[in-house]
């Protein structure tokens, strides 16, 4: 039974070190992708603005910050980490980062105003016509009316783009470059948060391989020394025992 135990633990132990040794390879992973990663924020030089009292701010003022921020907790639903707001290191280079940023081009597409010159009248899609003229759209604005009450109104979806006027000031206010930033950003959170994930499966590989080499170890030591051979008879002291205690049947 000893030798098969410490067998066990044997193979026990070798499992435990396959765990740990993916763990490793998966942490190596992990770390080149955070080093890419960097190196993808260095070059594009994306910073975030703190004052003098490392509180974030957006063109100068907190409140910017502030309602960019509850856009992207309360709108988006984004679980925002605040430790990734670090004022002595303002690259964007984390996923709550990559949000804020994000949600920062968004809100002030967001509440912008779009400018919609018609050079002659034009057509709506109920038949009416819209003059000829200058005329000023406001994003958040355009929606159904329990979106724009929401705060989710001004978004791609909600322009009608048969309307002379909503179709010209979405294709303004949402041009390809305000997508192809977003995209970008899209990117960079996608990125980091599987990074975060690879290194959790790190750590899980590894705590399972020392959890399967401690106890490999420990059915190897429980049974160390000479093993114990249990006889075949019952020991006489043990027979003389049960005759004092079952009582004879009487004749």
């Not at 080093?35 to 957006?58: K, W």
């Amino acid at each position: 039974m000893a030798k098969r135990l410490r067998a066990l633990g044997v193979v026990l132990a070798v499992i435990g070190l396959g765990f740990v040794v993916a763990g490793g390879v998966a942490y190596t992973r992990v770390q080149d992708g955070y080093n890419s990663l960097q190196t993808f924020s260095e070059a594009q030089n994306v910073t975030l603005s703190y004052n003098e009292d490392g509180q974030l701010i957006d063109r100068g003022t907190t409140e910017g910050a502030d309602a960019i921020m509850t856009m992207l907790t309360e709108n988006w639903g984004y679980p925002v980490n605040m430790s990734d707001l670090d004022p002595n290191d303002p690259l964007v280079n984390t996923a709550s980062e990559y949000m804020f940023q994000m949600a920062t081009i968004g809100y002030h597409v967001l509440h912008g105003t779009q400018t919609v010159v018609l050079t002659e009248d034009a057509e709506g899609p109920d038949g009416e016509i819209v003059p000829a003229g200058e005329y000023e759209v406001v994003v958040n604005e355009v929606g159904s009316p329990e979106r724009v009450a929401a705060g989710n109104g001004g978004y791609w979806t909600d322009f009608n783009r048969l309307d002379p006027l909503e179709g010209a000031a979405r294709a303004q206010a949402w041009s390809g470059t305000a997508h192809g930033l977003i995209a970008e950003l899209g990117v960079g959170t996608v990125t980091h948060s599987t990074l975060q994930m690879g290194l959790a499966l790190a750590g899980i590989l590894a705590g399972l391989g020392l959890t399967f080499m401690f106890s490999g170890a420990g059915l190897f030591w429980a049974t160390r020394g000479k093993d114990e051979t249990i006889p075949d008879t019952i020991p006489e002291m043990m027979l003389e025992a049960r005759k004092e205690v079952v009582p004879q049947k009487s004749n």
